[in-house]
């Protein structure tokens, strides 16, 4: 079974510091991975995914994140937080094809302080 | 390119009820899966549907079903409401290739009294 945890429901940074929100994964099968943002009243927006080939992902919005097998790991990170960084941040992992369907992690909130 | 469209946005049931909510995925798209979101439970995966067939399904009641149209448009409904059915329900659309990503409508806030 596949299952993603997330350390740190809640998470603050000051503006331009560096943001790190943790992701550690649990899959029987290779995974794919992703990384989520939600804002207010708002779905779900597409940050960053890791398929196959190169384990550093930079993504939307100046985040990146990278994929350590040894460490099951995908954390994202960002050098400097802006104000409008501040949402919930989901990490999520898949089987791909006709086991597509995600397997979300609880989600970190991220606040930015001025 | 149109996104993922779900329709009611806001939605108030009174327990018992039955509601049916609707989303319409991004063109060309041919998988459908749908999304409960609550507080206590986060994001859970209900079901997904491919070329009208259900081919997916998560932990949930017999009362959570849905459907799928030639279109690509799908239908979820929930039939006698409880209250712990108050949730945040998303849709997300894919083209389900190997390590697509999923395309996610702004939701459906559904209430139950």
């Known amino acids: ?75 994202l990170t960002k050098p400097s937080a802006h104000m409008s960084d501040a949402a919930e941040y989901f990490c999520a992992v898949s089987r791909g094809g006709s086991q597509g369907n995600l397997i979300f992690g609880k989600g970190t909130k991220l606040s930015v302080k001025p | 390119k149109a996104g993922v469209t779900q329709t009611p946005r806001y939605l108030i049931k009174t327990r018992g009820q039955q509601v049916t909510l609707s989303c319409s995925p991004i063109s060309g798209h041919r998988s459908v899966s749908w999304y409960q979101q ?23 009641p017999g009362r959570f079903s849905g459907r799928q149209f030639s279109n690509s448009r799908s239908e979820m409904n929930v039939s006698t409401l409880e209250l712990g059915d108050s949730a945040l329900y998303l849709c997300a659309s894919s083209l389900a290739r190997l390590g697509d990503e999923q395309y996610f409508g702004p939701g459906t806030r559904l209430t139950v009294t």
Do not use: D
């Not at chain 1, 099968?29 to 990384?35: D, K, N």
């Not at chain 1, 190169?54 to 097998?69: D, H, S």
């Not at chain 2, 206590?40 to 079901?47: A, I, N, S």
């Open chain 1, 1 to 75: 079974a596949q299952s993603v945890t997330q350390l740190g429901s809640h998470v603050s940074v000051s503006e331009g510091a560096l943001v790190l929100l943790r992701c550690n994964y649990s899959s029987s099968v290779p995974p794919y991975l992703f990384w989520y943002v939600q804002y207010p009243n708002q779905g779900l927006q597409l940050l960053l995914k890791y398929t196959t080939g190169a384990t550093l992902v930079k993504g939307i919005n100046g985040f990146e994140a990278e994929f350590k097998k040894s460490e099951t790991s995908f954390h």
């Open chain 2, 38 to 60: 609550t507080p206590g439970q986060g994001l859970q995966f209900l079901f997904e549907y491919f070329s009208e067939t259900q081919r997916n399904k998560g932990n949930f």
